[in-house]
């Protein structure tokens, strides 16, 4: 169920594993479909460990808890960066708002689609793991990516977050999103994999759209809270992330 106006489209960028670099990756894809001319929102749906602020360097006085205790409206806690991203900021270090059950992010989205229904795209950086709030986010988003790495773990944690998507019978439009990777090859190697995982046990495929490579460049800027596309255009990071974008829009929003 959809509950966007029909001119934004909702990205949602999960991972069944934490420490896979999923924010790092919503941020800059959110960052990516701007430089596009995209209009924005990044929703930090990460509501236990939020820290998509951080990455963009900027400071949010409000975040969701204060929507969902009834202080301030979505409006009041948004903020917009200097790249014209609109940042719905999640909350950090409330075990309770980890785990709100899913008739509350219910509402909580249906708020957050009404204040901003004039975007192009919302970006959803979900929560890891495979609580019913979070899943209940992922059903807001028409298009997943699911990211992960070359490493037992995050393969096996990702491939349980991809048989809850089959069994909600959503497998269009959710897309394998390796990261950290040697190269394109390798990161198209590791799709092979796990998509031949979903052949084998769930009788059906998962889709592939891109990868991104390993970047010390990506690292630096990270922690320096600086913008890839702006201070490193010709990184391989930036180049990834542009190539992820286009792909987004070309596959799912012409």
């Known amino acids: 169920m959809s509950y966007t106006d029909k001119r934004t489209h ?27 001319g995209k209009k924005v929102a990044l929703l930090d749906a990460d509501l236990g460990l939020a820290n998509a602020q951080l990455l963009l360097g900027l400071n949010a006085p409000f975040n969701l808890s204060d929507v969902i205790a009834g202080k301030k409206t979505v409006g009041e806690v948004s903020i917009t960066s200097d790249e014209g991203l609109i940042l719905i ?42 609580s019913e709030s979070n899943l209940t986010f992922m059903r807001a988003c028409e298009t997943r990516l699911v990211v992960l790495q070359d490493e037992p773990a995050s393969i096996a944690d990702a491939y349980g977050l991809i048989k809850l998507q089959s069994k909600e019978r959503r497998m269009e ?71 992820l974008a286009e792909a987004l829009v070309k596959s799912n929003l012409e």
């Open 10 to 36: 909702v990205i949602g960028v999960a991972s069944g594993k934490g420490g896979v670099g999923k924010t790092t990756i919503s941020v800059n894809l959110a960052l990516a479909l701007i430089a596009q």
């Open 89 to 130: 900021p999640g909350a950090s270090g409330d075990a309770e708002l980890a785990n709100i059950n899913a008739l509350t992010a219910q509402s909580l989205i249906q708020s957050i689609f009404a204040e901003h229904s004039d975007l192009d795209i919302i970006v959803v950086d979900a929560a890891a793991g495979l």
């Open 173 to 243: 439009k959710l897309y394998v999103l390796p990261n950290r990777v040697a190269n394109q090859n390798s990161g198209r190697d590791l799709f092979k994999k796990m998509n031949g995982v979903c052949m084998r046990f769930l009788e059906e495929p998962v889709s592939y759209i891109h990868a991104i490579e390993e970047d010390s460049v990506l690292t630096l800027a990270t922690r320096k809270r600086e913008n890839i596309f702006k201070n490193y255009g010709h990184s391989k990071s930036a180049k990834n992330f542009s190539a």
